[in-house]
């Protein structure tokens, strides 16, 4: 039990070190630029993650409301008797129109 807590004094001891030898590389105005950073990074990214989940959701709607128009349309014209087409082909593959009566 002795010997694990030895162990585990040197591995604060080496972390509190570490830590020491970071903090000095790091004045504390760096500290402040990162923190400042982050923060402004947050600011533009939420607007941003915003921004994509809502076009997201304006092309889904878009696309299930054509959707549904394409349908309803579907069953209109299957509904719609289609009667003889005043429309006949003329020369060369052309439509021309027939007067009836």
């Given amino acids: ?10 591995d604060v001891d080496e972390l509190s070190r570490q830590a020491h030898d970071i903090a000095v590389r790091n004045p504390p ?7 400042i ?7 533009g ?5 915003v921004w ?3 076009q997201k959701t304006i092309v ?13 349309m579907k069953a ?13 082909p003329g020369p060369a593959n052309t439509m021309t129109w027939v007067e009836k009566g």
Wanted: charged fraction near 10%; avoid cysteine; proline fraction near 7%.
């Fill in 37 to 43: 950073l982050g923060v402004l990074f947050m600011i």
């Fill in 52 to 54: 994509f989940h809502a």
């Fill in 29 to 35: 105005s760096r500290v402040l630029e990162t923190a």
């Fill in 76 to 88: 209109q014209v299957a509904a719609t008797p289609a009667g003889p087409s005043p429309m006949q």
């Fill in 1 to 10: 039990m002795l010997a694990g807590m030895t162990t585990l004094t040197a």
């Fill in 45 to 49: 990214w939420l607007p941003g993650r």
């Fill in 60 to 72: 889904f709607m878009f696309l299930a409301v054509r959707l549904g128009w394409r349908r309803g």
